[in-house]
């Protein structure tokens, strides 16, 4: 069993749709990352969180520590949010990242 | 601007010849880190150093050296490059390992 799981592994919205991909992990954690990966291949650090929520735009991210458990939102969404979608993981004892396997999602116009 | 860069970012090469991938920050960060990213696998972390002159092992280091002379410059070092080392690389900094990474454009690898 993977450390990091993400699901759902796909997805399909209609524009406009609030959408929730979610990551579950099974070790200690000083931190949790999500990340964004456009086809063409670059990855861009949305949110770093170690409890509770942070929001940037449209994006929400949430943590609960004791249920080892964090969710991506993403209200109103656009074409344009199209992309993989990865969590990654600290752990609390080492500086490694572990990573889940993304969540593609794609926003139809 | 601050960027992370790769060198090159498309590279074919042989079994066993020895390759150096090239990645440099000019953020002032100290914590910088390698990773590779195979379909199915997703990314995993092949080395990562916390400072000049300190570095560690990811997930996946086999196969792979890193060396951290200068805080700006992490190269990732292919000594005998087999097939199975053809993947994605990308390299990431940061300011401290408590802070989010920002990831270089990637370098693509095809070792035949």
């Known amino acids: 069993k993977n450390e990091v799981e993400q699901s759902p592994q796909n997805l399909t919205a209609q524009e406009g749709e609030f959408i929730t991909i979610n990551c579950s992990y099974s070790?200690?954690?000083?931190?949790l990352h999500w990340l964004q990966q456009h086809p063409g291949g670059g990855i861009v650090s949305l949110f770093m969180?170690?409890?509770g929520k942070k929001k940037h735009g449209r994006l929400i991210a949430t943590i609960n520590i004791q249920e080892k458990h964090s969710s991506l939102h993403i209200t109103a969404s656009h074409p344009r949010d199209s992309a993989v979608y990865i969590c990654a993981v600290k752990g609390g004892a080492t500086n490694k990242l572990i990573f889940g396997t993304g969540t593609l999602l794609a926003v139809q116009p | 601007e601050a960027q992370v860069t790769q060198n090159p970012r498309y590279l074919i090469t042989v079994t066993g010849k020895k390759l150096t991938v090239t990645c440099s920050q000019n953020?002032?960060?100290?914590?910088m880190s390698w990773y590779r990213q195979d379909p199915g696998l997703g990314l995993r972390q092949i080395y990562y150093?916390?400072?000049?002159?300190?570095?560690d092992k990811g997930d996946v280091p086999e196969g792979y050296k890193v060396s951290r002379k200068e805080k700006r410059n992490f190269p990732l070092i292919l000594e005998s490059p087999s097939p199975n080392q053809t993947s994605l690389y990308f390299c990431?900094?940061?300011?401290?390992?408590?802070?989010?990474?920002?990831f270089g454009p990637g370098t693509r690898l095809t070792v035949t």
């Open positions: 150093s916390m400072n000049v002159e300190v570095t």
């Open positions: 953020m002032n960060h100290e914590y």
């Open positions: 969180l170690s409890s």
């Open positions: 990431a900094s940061s300011r401290t390992r408590a802070y989010e990474q920002y």
């Open positions: 070790v200690g954690i000083s931190a």
